[in-house]
């Protein structure tokens, strides 16, 4: 029990990250396009580097440790990791929701409209990160966990920002975008406690969790956030940001995680 509240806590504390981003928006403040894409590719990176150093390879560890050397660990970390990214791409298509640029996706719904789609869109986005954490926290593994959290942590910084600048475009006041945005950071602890929960029932599913949680986030990934980046032709700063996240991650992971 206590690492599902660890699980809460850290996921709490890296959703509230995302309110932080969103500040500069109660100022008037608006980032250019390239520098909001450059900043979107950071988060990418982060999210990349933590899918495989803090999820995939421990849970290739875990898994060894637990069934053996062989294909065990190599085939929980494949269907893990299919299945977690099928699970989003499947509430992808089911939830109606909206994004900033590309418009309504997922089922018309008359009864959800206006803010709600695009918090539904976030929602879509925040569970696979609150999901991350809490399942490196409720796996026990603290250091790794750590650098989990804080790389996570630090890319819900211009997300927050890209969500309130992204409600301000499309007719929002500035108050109303920072506290919607502010407010999506809470979904990761919706996250935060079923990825802890989850990983705590036993600990044949711990190696489940992790590739989950990273099939979840690659989806994300590769169906949102780099999509977003490029779409208005500032892939090269995109792709710039992104590597810098990675490696800014990786050496985080090595180093905390030492």
Do not use: C
């Amino acid at each position: 029990m206590d690492l599902v509240l660890t699980a809460l806590v850290a996921s709490f504390i890296t959703g509230s990250l995302t309110a932080v981003g969103a500040l500069p928006v109660l100022f008037g403040r608006h980032p250019s396009e390239r520098f909001n894409d450059t900043l979107l590719g950071f988060a990418a990176g982060v999210m990349l580097a933590a899918s495989f150093f803090s999820l995939i390879v421990p849970s290739i560890e875990i898994s060894t440790e637990l069934y053996g050397e062989g294909p065990a660990p190599a085939l929980i970390a494949v269907f893990g990791i299919l299945l977690g990214a099928v699970t989003i791409a499947v509430m992808d298509r089911l939830l109606p929701h909206e994004h900033f640029v590309s418009g309504p996706e997922g089922m018309a719904s008359d009864k959800i409209a206006g803010v709600w789609l695009f918090v539904f869109a976030i929602a879509i986005h925040n569970f696979p990160e609150g999901l991350a954490v809490g399942v490196a926290y409720g796996s026990g593994q603290t250091d790794a966990a750590f650098s989990l959290a804080l790389g996570i942590g630090l890319q819900n910084l211009p997300e927050g920002l890209a969500v309130a600048v992204g409600l301000v475009a499309v007719g929002y006041s500035h108050w109303k975008s920072f506290v919607v945005a502010a407010l999506t950071g809470l979904i990761e602890p919706i996250g935060g406690i079923v990825g802890g929960a989850f990983v705590n029932l036993s600990q044949v599913l711990l190696p489940w969790g992790l590739v989950f949680a990273a099939g979840a986030m690659l989806f994300v990934i590769s169906h949102e956030i780099i999509p977003e980046t490029h779409r208005r032709g500032h892939h090269q700063r995109a792709t710039a940001g992104l590597m810098v996240g990675l490696v800014v991650m990786l050496f985080l992971d090595v180093w905390l995680a030492a």
